[in-house]
């Protein structure tokens, strides 16, 4: 599903948006998969649905994944 330009740029001001629990460069920590335990930074907001979709940059400038939120916890 495309994510309505509207709503990324509410996000990107910093703006509340429902469902979605980070914001652009909030410290984050995986909680699932092989990054289990790795610091990241979410810089950008992919989809809403069926769970919001980030891209993350892993620590250490490692490079971006793809998360879903469920796999992510704040720093």
Same mark, same amino acid.
């Given at each position: 599903? /495309?994510?309505? %330009? !509207?709503?990324? $740029? &509410?996000?990107?001001? *910093?703006? &509340? +948006?429902? =469902?979605? *629990? @980070? =914001?652009?460069? $909030? #410290? +984050? +920590?995986? /909680?699932? *998969? #092989?990054?289990? *335990?790795?610091? =990241?930074?979410?810089?950008?907001?992919?989809?809403? @649905? #069926?769970?919001?979709?980030? /891209?993350? $940059?892993?620590?250490?400038?490692?490079?971006?994944? &793809?998360?879903? %939120?469920?796999?992510? /916890?704040? !720093?």
């Amino acid at each position: 599903m /495309t994510l309505d %330009q !509207a709503i990324l $740029e &509410h996000w990107m001001a *910093g703006d &509340h +948006v429902a =469902g979605v *629990g @980070f =914001g652009l460069y $909030e #410290p +984050v +920590v995986y /909680t699932a *998969g #092989p990054l289990m *335990g790795t610091l =990241g930074a979410i810089v950008a907001l992919i989809a809403l @649905f #069926p769970d919001p979709l980030y /891209t993350v $940059e892993i620590g250490g400038g490692r490079g971006d994944v &793809h998360v879903a %939120q469920a796999d992510l /916890t704040a !720093a």
